[in-house]
Nanobody, 121 residues
């Protein structure tokens, strides 16, 4: 089993920045890909960013150029730096882990409890 714990959410004004962190523990060897999903009330869940153990990344079009995902394999953590935040970025953000890229895109096995990001106008 893998446990994922997020931190760093909060309230920020539009145009501001936030940094989310996720610490993984347990059977770390079972997760090669990690990522961040978000979900706003009444909206579908959206895959925001993913990163492999080797450092390859991918982003949703809606956040490209504004968000950056990073990973520290030695510390078993991933971060999501969010810049130029917009009100439409308001959502619960969830750290996820999966065996590989296909799984992280489709149905991650491991989920954190989520952290709320609220962007005000």
């Amino acid at each position: 089993q893998v446990q994922l714990v997020e931190s760093g959410g909060g309230l920020v004004q539009a145009g501001g920045s936030l940094r989310l962190s996720c610490a993984a523990s347990g059977s770390i060897f079972s997760i090669s890909a990690m990522g961040w999903y978000r979900q706003a009330p009444g909206k579908q869940r959206e895959l925001v960013a993913i990163i492999t153990r080797g450092g390859s990344t991918d982003y949703a079009d809606s956040v490209k150029g504004r968000f950056a995902i990073s990973r520290d394999n030695a510390k078993n953590t991933i971060d999501l730096q969010m810049n130029s935040l917009k009100p439409e970025d308001t959502a619960g953000y969830y750290c996820t882990g999966a065996l590989n890229l296909a799984r992280i895109r489709d149905s991650p096995r491991y989920w954190g409890q989520g952290t709320q990001v609220t962007v005000s106008t």
